[in-house]
């Protein structure tokens, strides 16, 4: 594993006269829950789409998980977990369906991957409803499926895109107990999220603003620096000159 899981240096991205992405510069290091927070229209998703594989970039560096974004985005999308706010699962699917289906693509073996799930279910408290439609789950345990669905190849890098959106609370808590948990083990977790709450629970977070990061530091550092009480506070004193938004 790399010295930084993630590196950038001037990363940037433009489409035709607009730039999304203004030369932002961060580094993620092994084991860190690193939050990357912004406003719509800020400039965070397409960040995290150059940095999975997606898109390719107009200018600057990037390394993730030891592969160059722009020769080996295939690489990397081997290398990484992803989990969107969508949770990534198919509906029609079974809990069992889902498993075997991404292990599958994840280029799991056969015995490793019956194992795999039968543990991923146990685990999960899932056995009851393994064969039962997905569709006809609570949210919640949607939601922890998807993540160890995302971390079922043992990525030592996972990608979190507002994964928590839509879900109360307490369901929220418990899916930061699952990111603690995977963290502990050594796994990066890069996550964006408007819970500015959850902010809170990330070793450092990076704050854009119009394409660019205004913003980097632990959640303590940055309300001391900002005389801030919360991280909202924090996030709105940055966020409030902002130029463009969704």
Known sequence: MPEQVIHTDKLTKRFGTFTAVDGISFSVRPGEIF?????NGAGKTTAMKMLTGLLIPSGGLATVAGFDVYREPESIKRSIGYMSQRFSLYDD??????????GGIYGLASKELREKCDRMLERLDLKGVADTRLAALPLGWKQKLAFSV???HEPKLVFLDEPTGGVDPVTRRRFWDLIYQAASGGVTVFVTTHYMDEAEYCDRVSIMVDGRIA???SPEELKRRYDAETMNDVFIS?????????
């Not at 699917?93 to 991404?102: A, G």
Request: a positive charge.
């Open 35 to 39: 939050g990357f927070l912004g406003a």
């Open 93 to 102: 699917l079974t809990p069992r369906e889902n498993i075997r289906f991404f």
């Open 150 to 152: 995302a971390l079922l």
């Open 215 to 217: 913003a980097l530091d």
């Open 238 to 246: 940055l966020a409030r000159p902002a130029r463009r938004s969704e």
